[in-house]
């Protein structure tokens, strides 16, 4: 592993420890030649399956363009980065566990706005309006009334009690 500081391949490991269900390992290592410690976290290598792009386009899984979209969703929001995390895992174990060669881009696209539907409902209409294309507000609040629709009746009445003594 190169040291992200000096660019020595000389450094020694001082910690490991499993995460995400021992899934990936965090090492802590410390660099031999600057002495600057410095983080690294292997995961297993899944074989991804090639992407079709709307366009027909094939390119390869890229966890972290996933991970980017749903980070843009959730900015400023109070989902946390764990949250962010386990949703970016569980669509990438999703789509390994499909077995296939390619998958569609759509497919892909429908599994992220679905999970974030779950998590927060701005963040799933941040998501849904790119991803979606949106074109005019009318697309858009058809999209606001569909996710106020499917809303839970129990939650709108304790927001309603909320707001009322507020």
Known sequence: MRCPYCQSLENRVMDSRFREGGNVIRRRR??????R????????GDMHPMIIKKDGRRETFDREKIAAGVRRACEKLPVSVTEQDALVDDIERRICDLGEREIDSKQIGDMVVAELRK??????VR??????????LEDFMSELQLLLKDKDPAKSSK???RAKHN
């Open 159 to 161: 927001s309603a009690k």
């Open 127 to 136: 998501f849904a309006s790119v991803y979606r294309t949106f074109k005019d």
């Open 37 to 44: 410690r410095f983080t690294t976290y292997e995961r297993i």
């Open 119 to 124: 998590v927060h409902g701005v963040a799933y």
């Open 30 to 35: 410390k660099c031999m030649s600057c002495d």
